[in-house]
């Protein structure tokens, strides 16, 4: 028989959160701080209305795009909260969670051997996503002395003539860190130097602490070479629902969309029509959420410090990204032996990219009760392994 | 000073925020939570005791789940208004009775809702002819029982058992 795989495929290594969670399963009564989506239900109120949506017979296909009404309300949306305008036909589509947008912009942009650059730690499924498209990732290490912030610097050393995609995760997974209005300023600028294009994952711009986000794509001559990637998943707590975004420039959109209606068809409609109602009358629950996680975030720093456990401040998402060099064990030693001997499941900074090495993600989509426990736990663990 | 009103403002609704939800956090877990120090917290909470903003700390308890029969009643009360006194001289004579555990002024048809709370249906009717009805300025009263609280207070009495498949560790 001949070889029924794709060498493309096959060279690529399965999720290093896949092997965790394999390890974690087999671990009976253990608790966990592994996880990336919030911890509250959707509000009732949007999923009544997908209830609704189904009571009525609402079960056809949509247009490739989307429903019509919530490319609206994305675009109202998009402006009232970032001051971004997109028009609804044409530059708007509605996707299968944020991840497939990634996919899709990567592969609408991409010819072989073109390079695009990712700023590791980050989430799982850029880098595949490029070598799917036939591309080249190249990796930047973001570093804690800079708030894993991307640099100007960094950027600029990473560029050359094959570059032609920046890929920017921020509020960033797994590390927390955001990149205010000054510091994309930087970035900004080296992208029009270079002539490069955007794909800006903002999967978690609801959840930034003291300051509101801004869209790289807000920038004066941004905006035609960027590609927004938002969802509903962190946002209104809709993981399940699989609900994401994209917008940018209607030429790029359009063969995105090719992708889409030839690999997708259309988002589910249910989802569809409860993300309507989520974008009408969801602003309190993201208001009451942010605020949840907000005070969780700034428990869990403070604790944290008091266990004496290095670890910046990050002001997105719900994560923390301590360092724990100084214990002498690689990030997954770490992360196995607080599963072995606590029973309390962290991810490993290194699922995150090379970089990770000596650092942990940990998740505050928690309630406080249970971020006392895990503490109770993490505390117990380090006093022992402190030399 | 005027930035200082403020962060005290939204410290106050914070610690109001989550004590209204489950008000046995300790001091210092809220001090955490709203990146603040302990004495803050505990002054400020005892501001607002004195204030009269929080009133009160009970537990919020299902009587059904338990071997202690209670009965709850829900009763619209009509009532002549006094001069001077408007309705809170009535409402003041019936909140006092110990059976009673909340009275509301309310618009619409009926002047007060009064909610009590009896070991039962007989304790609460006698309650209702004896004490209630016969007060000088209430005309009149309509009694419902409550048949099965599902939630009070925000929470949902008997709680779904839906063991959530949420997964140990996601990307």
Known sequence: MRDPLSKKIVQIQPSGIRKFFDIVSEMKDAISLGVGEPDFDTPWHIREEGIYSLERGRTFYTSNAGLKELKEEISKYLERRFGLTYNPVGEIYVTVGGSEAIDNALRAMLDVGDEVIIPQPCYVSYEPCVILADAVPVIIELKEENEFKLTKAQLEAAITEKTKILVMPFPNNPTGAIMTKDDLADIAEVVIKHDLFVISDEIYSELTYGSNHVSIASFSGLRERTIVINGFSKSYAMTGWRLGYACGPKAIVDQMLKIHQYAIMCAPTTSQYAAIEALRNGDNDVENMRNAYDRRRKFLIKALHNMGLKCFEPFGAFYVFPCIKEFKMSSEEFAEALLNEEKLAVVPGTAFGNCGEGFLRISYAYSIEDLKNALERIERFIKRHRK | ?171
């Open chain 2, 1 to 171: 000073m005027s930035k200082d009103i403020a962060n005290k403002k939204s410290l106050n609704k914070g610690i109001l925020d989550i004590i209204g939800k489950n008000s046995r956090f300790s001091l210092e877990d809220l001090a955490a939570m709203l990146e603040t120090d302990k004495e803050t917290v505990e002054r400020e909470i005892k501001a607002m005791e004195d204030d009269k903003i929080i009133c009160g700390y009970p537990a919020l308890i299902n009587w059904d789940n338990t071997d202690h029969e209670k009965v709850t009643a829900l009763i619209e009360v009509n009532v002549t208004p006094q001069r001077d006194m408007g309705f809170n001289k009535v409402a003041e004579r019936i909140y006092k009775f110990e059976e009673v555990e909340s009275v509301y002024l309310m618009s619409g048809d009926f002047d007060l809702t009064v909610i009590i709370q009896g070991k039962s249906m007989n304790e609460v009717a006698r309650f209702v002819s004896e004490k209630l009805s016969t007060l000088e300025y209430v005309n009149s009263t309509a009694t419902y029982f409550v048949m099965k609280k599902y939630k009070e207070h925000g929470i949902i009495m008997e709680a779904e058992h839906d063991d959530k498949e949420r997964m140990l560790v996601t990307p």
